[in-house]
């Protein structure tokens, strides 16, 4: 089993930015890639960023330029930048690791991005 815990979600203005933060814990040697998906009031749950356990990314193309996805592997730990963040973005943002079983989703943290 394996246990994630988003942090670094809140409140930014037009243009600001905030790193997201996920810790993973539990069985996690067969972990092949993690990831971060969104889900705005409304919409289908969206994938933002993949990253692999050999270092190659993955993005949404609206958020192409203004995100960076990356891993700490001692941490066990899946960072996501976010720069020059638009109202659109606003959403819960989840996170998502991947084994040869499953996939597992973390509780989400909410991002708004005010006007």
């Known amino acids: 089993q394996v246990q994630l815990v988003e942090s670094g979600g809140g409140l930014v203005q037009n243009g600001g930015s905030l790193r997201l933060s996920c810790a993973a814990s539990?069985?996690?040697?067969?972990?092949?890639?993690m990831g971060w998906y969104r889900q705005a009031p409304g919409k289908q749950r969206e994938l933002v960023a993949t990253?692999?356990?050999?270092?190659?990314?993955n993005y949404l193309d609206s958020v192409k330029g203004r995100f960076t996805i990356s891993r700490d592997k001692a941490k066990n730990t899946v960072y996501l930048q976010m720069n020059s963040l638009k109202p659109e973005d606003t959403a819960v943002y989840y996170c998502?690791?991947?084994?040869?079983?499953?996939?597992?989703w973390g509780q989400g943290t909410q991002v708004t991005v005010s006007s």
């Open positions: 990253i692999t356990n050999s270092g190659i990314t």
């Open positions: 998502n690791a991947r084994n040869f079983n499953a996939a597992y």
């Open positions: 539990g069985s996690i040697f067969g972990i092949y890639a």
